[in-house]
């Protein structure tokens, strides 16, 4: 009897949030599709059911904590209207939270696998691409409604405030600890109001 698609999805699930798990706590090289069946309690082969290849996992779980963070930021930002929006979207980006922590050691756990790996490198630029629009459509609403210059809603101004939250992620992920939750949200509230200071 075939199983209800619905099953087939949650099941994928599970298996991607074993691997998230087993990424944090073990490390990448550690994440096989073995190790996640065992973190599962489940068969290899009930594994790759769902997964052709580790690199089929990885990707896909890299992509959803992705899509998870985004969600949240934008959850957490309300509606993108205002400088204190965007700098909620931004500070909801920082590892100040568990989960947010977790997602960044998974991020930069696949970094580190992304580089001399066309295919991955690829993946991780998109998701670098998707970051910037975002930021940027942002940039662009601010603009529309007068509270900063055309000049700075550009690509270089979402690279800029994308780039820090990117390097305090990868720090505190690698040296946790060694930017204060105090300071990271100074270095996000300052980046923000340079957008009008500097306007």
Do not use: C
């Amino acid at each position: 009897m075939a199983r209800p698609r619905g099953d087939h999805a949650k099941r994928r699930q599970d298996v991607v949030a074993a691997a998230w798990r087993v990424i944090v706590r073990d490390g990448l090289e550690e994440a096989t599709v073995r190790a996640v069946a065992r973190e599962l309690g489940m068969a290899t082969k009930a594994v790759t059911r769902y997964f052709q290849s580790k690199e089929e996992l990885l990707v896909l779980a890299l992509d959803q904590i992705v899509e998870r963070q985004i969600r949240l930021s934008l959850r957490r930002a309300g509606p993108l209207d205002s400088l204190a929006a965007l700098e909620r979207l931004l500070t909801s980006g920082l590892p100040i939270r568990d989960e947010v922590r977790r997602g960044w050691r998974i991020w930069v756990a696949f970094l580190g696998r992304a580089v001399g790996n066309p295919a991955l490198e690829l993946e991780h630029r998109r998701r670098y691409d998707r970051l910037r629009l975002l930021l940027l459509d942002v940039l662009k609403e601010l603009t529309r409604r007068g509270i900063v210059t055309r000049e700075r809603a550009t690509t270089t101004e979402a690279d800029r405030l994308l780039a820090l939250i990117d390097g305090i992620g990868v720090r505190e992920a690698v040296n946790p600890g060694s930017i204060p939750v105090t300071r990271q949200r100074r270095l996000v509230s300052r980046a923000v109001r340079d957008l009008v200071d500097r306007g």
